[in-house]
């Protein structure tokens, strides 16, 4: 991972964030056809379990994900998953509309927006906790030929996101303006291309999670910010979500995916060698980086609904929403059983 470690570094708290004007018009167009690694037939039953399909971003946060269906957690409580890779959220967002995933991975500003744009979306899960204060598994940073070593140097360069609607944009153009650069070009990229995009000169600058970001930072990418865990201290950045309409007829599917990501997310943080080998299968990595990845996770399974209405009021004070949504109608609370 280089000879400074990108990770468990105690960071100053930073509490705002500029907003980003995203439309997700795109979703219903896409929804109609939508893939991100396959197609489903929406919730049916095998030998006893209910069958869901989950999109996800192949990053090390979603080792949860992996450790649930690994060690059966998923199973013992009644679902049978099957696991959907996509480049971004948006997508996954799409395929959740037209019926093929019944959960995917949205982060909080595409799951604002997808509101805002009249289709009711809403968190379900965290994904495996909420942003560790003191860690972080992403980095914004700039390439070696750059010649980029602060946030202010930033004005005109060109900055790789994962996509457009991304938590990664919102963060970046935060830090960068911040620091007083103006005039960023977004361009989005997908994690895997990052590192190759920064060595070849496309993109100036990039927030790459691991375990991409060591591939960057062993081709001579240096730090510039450690966006999740500077801006959202112990917060929601993004969460496993459904819609609104399967939520209002499958209560029970959602309580099982529920408790069956909370109780992984409890079990992994004293798990750690266990979750981090997943990360062989589903990521490709050697047993040996695998291990040497960093979950940058509080792995606390409650939803943070304040720092998600944070992120939603920075959003609309910079002009990127003209509307807000009530943050607490994003989080699907099980129905009463009384």
């Not at 909420?130 to 860690?135: A, E, T, Y």
């Not at 069956?260 to 750690?272: D, F, G, P, Q, R």
């Amino acid at each position: 991972m280089g000879p400074r470690s990108p990770v468990r570094h105690r960071r100053s708290t930073v509490r705002k964030v500029v907003g980003v004007s995203v439309a997700l018009a795109t979703v219903a167009a896409l929804a109609a056809g939508c893939g991100g690694g396959g197609s489903g037939s929406g919730s049916g039953s095998s030998g006893g379990l209910t069958d869901v399909n989950v999109g996800y971003v192949a990053f090390d946060d979603a080792a949860v994900l992996f450790l649930a269906t690994e060690k059966g957690i998923f199973a013992k409580h009644g679902l049978k998953v099957k696991l959907f890779e996509a480049a971004s959220p948006t997508p996954i967002v799409a395929s959740m509309v037209s019926g093929q995933y019944q959960f995917g991975f949205v982060t909080t500003p595409v799951l604002i927006n997808t509101n805002l744009g009249g289709q009711k979306l809403k968190c379900v899960s965290v994904v495996d906790g909420q942003v560790d204060p003191n860690s972080d598994s992403a980095a914004f940073v700039a390439s070696a030929k750059s010649g980029v070593t602060n946030p202010a140097q930033l004005s005109g360069k060109t900055i790789g996101v994962v996509q457009l609607s991304s938590i990664n944009l919102l963060e970046a153009k935060k830090i960068a303006e911040d620091a007083g650069a103006k005039n960023e070009k977004f361009v989005a990229i997908p994690f895997p291309q990052m590192p190759q995009a920064l060595a070849d000169g496309r993109i100036q600058a990039a927030v790459v999670t691991s375990p991409f970001l060591q591939i960057a930072l062993k081709a001579g990418a240096k730090p510039l910010a450690y966006p999740n865990s500077q801006l959202f201290p112990n917060g929601t950045v993004y969460c496993f979500g459904a819609t609104a309409k399967y939520l209002s007829g499958n209560a029970k599917t959602a309580q099982q995916f529920q408790d069956a990501i909370n109780e992984t997310t409890v079990y992994a943080k004293t798990h750690l060698t266990e979750e981090k080998a997943t990360l062989v299968k589903y990521l490709k990595l050697s047993a040996a980086d695998a291990q040497a990845q960093e979950i940058a996770s509080n792995y606390i399974p409650e939803l943070n609904v304040q720092s998600i209405s944070q992120t939603q009021d920075l959003m609309k004070q910079q002009g990127a929403i003209k509307s807000t949504v009530d943050p607490n109608s994003l989080i699907w609370t099980p129905p009463s059983s009384n």
